[in-house]
């Protein structure tokens, strides 16, 4: 039976879980962090199938069990990497240590996350600032580099640069680092105040008026975005989407995007539909 990776239980995700359950073809994995933009959703009532207003958490509940009564299997966990091996397959690593390997593989994390809010980041993206290490280190062989945030996304980050550059340092900007063990990685938990430099980065600004000097920044806050994993196995994106057909099928083999993440209406009834599709498509993929 082949195996299918879902990242991200929101309506997208666990939409196209339903489908993929039923078709009795493929074993399905859903990765969750637990992160969903639905599940702040107080009240909905432009849905159809409810008589009364149901929250978006509810809503979130009762289809996450739905999917667990088809097979479906739930890992809440945070997925740090997603690679294509020598076979055409896709390598996905969890924040708990675990790598396993798909036969395709849905991206439904919702919109891409946002940029720190630090001064100078926008005006340095390409310049000296990145969102993917793997992307981008091999331009950082022989120089210092920082990677900003404070989870285990960052610490991959940093261990994936920490192999080619001179130095890598984990600036946390003020938060206290999810994780214990960083060998050979520095941290630096001061508030961050801008990232300077003339042209290109050459160094982070500190609030309290101390300089740290790098060639590059590499923004990890939070968790891996879509946006972050698409370009990770050399999806194209634009902007904040990922850039997919009418089959929500990206331009890597069997990798799909289906949600807020691919744009368009963000609404829970344009999701749901996208995971559908995907479902479909991927359905075919795996026969």
């Not at 074993?27 to 009240?43: F, H, I, P, Q």
């Not at 896709?90 to 790598?99: I, M, S």
């Not at 192999?163 to 994780?179: E, H, K, N, Y």
Request: hydrophobic residues 40%; glycine residues 10%; charged residues 20%.
């Amino acid at each position: 039976m082949k195996q299918t990776l879902i990242i991200g239980a929101g309506p997208a995700g666990i939409s196209a879980s339903l489908y993929l359950a039923r078709s009795g073809k493929t074993a399905v994995t859903v990765v969750t962090n637990g992160e969903s933009a639905l599940a702040k959703a107080d009240l909905i009532e432009n849905y159809f199938g409810f008589a009364e207003p149901v929250s978006g958490k509810q809503l979130l509940s009762d289809s996450r069990k739905n999917a667990e009564r088809l097979g479906v299997v739930f890992a809440d966990t945070e997925l740090i990497d997603l690679q294509i091996n020598m076979e055409m397959k896709f390598d996905a690593l969890t924040a708990d240590g675990n790598k396993n390997t798909y036969d395709c593989v849905l991206i439904a994390t919702g919109a891409s996350r946002t940029s720190p809010k630090i001064k100078n980041i926008k005006e340095f993206e390409g310049k000296g600032v990145s969102y993917c290490a793997v992307c981008d280190a091999f331009f950082y062989r022989g120089k210092d580099v920082a990677v900003i945030g404070a989870g285990e996304y960052a610490l991959h980050e940093a261990q994936t640069l920490a192999a080619v550059a001179s130095s890598v340092t984990i600036l946390t900007d003020g938060q206290t680092p999810a994780f214990s063990a960083y060998s050979g990685i520095k941290c630096d938990t001061r508030k961050l105040a801008e990232i300077t430099g003339d042209g290109r980065v050459d160094g982070v600004l500190f609030e309290d008026g101390d300089r740290l000097s790098v060639s590059g920044v590499f923004a990890a806050v939070g968790t891996a975005g879509s946006t972050e994993l698409a370009k990770k196995v050399g999806a194209p994106v634009e902007g904040s989407r990922i850039i997919v057909d009418e089959n929500r099928a990206t331009a890597v083999p069997g990798l799909y995007a289906a949600g807020d993440c691919i744009g368009g209406l963000l609404q829970v009834s344009k999701a749901v539909a996208d995971g559908a599709v995907a479902a479909m498509s991927m359905i075919k993929f795996c026969r």
